[in-house]
């Protein structure tokens, strides 16, 4: 059941959305996605909540797409691939506008892994709380898919074009005082003081004038990502282009049995 999967609480004016698959390091399914955007939707509405808090159970945050997922469609012909994938990023690319069109803020905290729309949660929440044990991927790269989960519009305003190809094309995995200084996150904390840290911050803003922030955050959100709607298109395009070619199918399998895939 998602109620499992993913648990919604309310308590002192904050909503908390906790991630609950520790066991693939809390990795996002289709159905995974659906329900925290409802969840989001549901805390944006109910006039009792000031701000969302998302975290994840365990040892990491989350880890990204669920791999097993993808390896489902792999059989089908090119052309079946890449519908199945254009309609899945249709729906999965809803994950980051969700966050940014609510109009309370969002503090995500984090832990261990943080990757592919793990990494995409982060970029569109208001405040992230990293933990020390925490390091940011975008794999993609790696199983042979171009970027999705708005991250090709999410990226940029964040850490300008240059690291943003370093992290997009290489794959390359950065730690917490480099998410840090690319404006990933906004504060690096030990683990063992990361809770404390986070009830001061949503504390704060559950205190907070909810108006002028809801205000604030569309204004610096609409400065910020002006074009993110046509950057989630393209990227079902560019995505479902890459589902439909031979690299694709190695990717998935080398990510699967651990071994690194040779591409065309």
């Known amino acids: 059941m998602l109620s499992d999967e993913v648990i919604y609480t309310v308590a002192d004016r904050v909503a908390s959305i906790t991630l609950n698959r520790p066991e693939v390091r809390n990795a996002i ?7 925290i955007i409802r969840l989001v939707r549901l805390a944006d509405q109910d006039p009792q909540v000031k701000c969302l808090l998302i975290r994840g159970t365990g040892e990491h945050f989350c880890g990204g797409g669920d791999v097993k997922t ?21 729906i999965g ?19 261990g ?3 592919g729309a793990g990494l ?38 964040a850490m300008g074009i240059k690291a943003a190809k370093r992290l ?8 917490a005082e480099e998410a840090l200084a690319v404006g990933i996150v906004t504060k690096v904390i030990p683990d063992a003081f990361l809770d404390e840290e986070v009830e001061s911050l949503i504390g704060r803003l559950a205190a907070g004038p909810g108006t002028a922030m809801a205000g604030t955050k569309k204004l610096l959100n609409d400065v910020a990502y002006p074009n993110f709607t046509e950057c989630l298109s393209g990227e079902a395009s560019a995505v479902a282009n890459c589902a439909a070619s031979t690299d694709f199918p190695r990717g998935v399998e080398g990510m699967l049995t651990r071994r690194t895939p040779v591409f065309d």
Do not use: M, Q, W
């Open 29 to 35: 399914s289709p159905e995974v996605i659906g329900e």
């Open 70 to 90: 993808f390896s489902e469609p792999l059989s089908l012909p090119a052309e079946e691939r890449f519908d199945i994938f254009e309609r899945r990023l249709f």
């Open 93 to 111: 690319n809803r994950l980051p506008k969700a966050l940014l069109d609510c109009s309370k803020p969002i503090v995500i905290a984090t832990r």
């Open 113 to 115: 892994a943080v990757a």
């Open 120 to 157: 995409a949660l982060c970029l569109a929440a208001d405040f992230v709380l990293c933990g020390e044990s925490s390091y940011f991927l975008a794999a993609h790269v790696l199983i042979g898919l171009s970027l999705d989960c708005g991250l090709s519009g999410l990226l940029i305003p």
């Open 168 to 175: 997009a094309l290489l794959g390359e995995k950065i730690n």
